[in-house]
């Protein structure tokens, strides 16, 4: 049974850092990618970072220079690290990992349940 575990969502004063984590269990596909998402109050879900497995890192506009992403070396963990929090990054987060198994390589993507951040006074 696959599972992405995230947590670390919460409030947050505005300027302020904070980190989301997102461990992976049972998963039996090669993981190549992992990434973050988002879904603000309003908007449509929006990709905010990702890592692949050759370390390359890419983020949205508006949280590059802001936020990093990072994972551990097994890439079962992968870690969101937030600065300089605004009201406008309030959303629910999304981990995803994405891959191709062993035997076929078909793709695989696995999701996360979302954790709430609020960005507030």
């Known amino acids: 049974q696959a599972q992405l575990m995230e947590s670390g969502g919460g409030l947050v004063q505005p300027g302020r850092s904070h980190e989301l984590s997102c461990a992976a269990s049972g998963v039996t596909f090669t993981i190549n990618d992992m990434a973050w998402y988002r879904r603000a109050p309003g908007k449509e879900r929006e990709l905010v970072a990702t890592?692949?497995?050759?370390?390359?890192?890419n983020y949205d506009g508006s949280v590059k220079g802001r936020f990093t992403i990072s994972g551990d070396n097994a890439e079962r963990t992968v870690h969101l690290q937030m600065n300089n929090l605004q009201s406008d990054d309030t959303a629910v987060y999304y981990c995803k990992v994405s891959g191709r198994d062993n035997v076929r390589y078909k793709y695989h993507e696995l999701w996360g349940q979302g954790t709430q951040v609020t960005v507030s006074s």
């Open positions: 890592i692949a497995r050759s370390g390359v890192r």
